[in-house]
């Protein structure tokens, strides 16, 4: 018995579909094309926000009675640079899912390939 008949084998006969990691690889595609297209729309959104409340901020200290020193609003945009949200980290966790979820894929695809192979060879050696 070669260790090659220990390791568990795909049914050559099953559609990719019942494979959960076609399913992984087709969200998480889906995912990534959400972000390429709403990434805009996010990071205006996130920038307005994050000068609103900057402005908000603002009002409080100057309603408090703290007086802002001459470098300060550009100490400011620093800081709200720095702090802005982007989507770059989510889309690079699904990113990292995408690679792994299609070397599975392929992984499987080629332990159907080959469970077929040997199929065919089994076929031929026993007719």
């Known amino acids: 018995m070669s260790p090659d008949e220990n390791i568990p084998r795909p049914s050559p006969a099953a559609p990719i579909t019942d494979s959960p990691w076609f399913w992984l690889v087709l969200f998480v595609a889906g995912a990534l094309m ?11 959104r996130q920038a307005r926000l994050e000068r609103m409340n900057d402005s908000r901020e603002q009002i409080a ?7 802002p020193e001459d470098d300060a609003p550009a100490r400011e945009l620093d800081a709200r640079a720095a702090r802005q949200f982007t989507l770059g980290p989510l889309a690079a966790v699904l990113a990292l899912l995408l690679a792994v979820g ?26």
């Open 102 to 127: 299609a070397a599975a894929l392929g992984v499987l695809a080629f332990l159907r390939a080959d469970a077929r192979r040997g199929a065919r060879r089994r076929a031929k050696e026993n007719p």
């Open 34 to 44: 959400a972000i390429v297209v709403i990434g805009p729309k996010h990071a205006y």
């Open 61 to 67: 200290r100057n309603e408090a009675g703290e007086l």
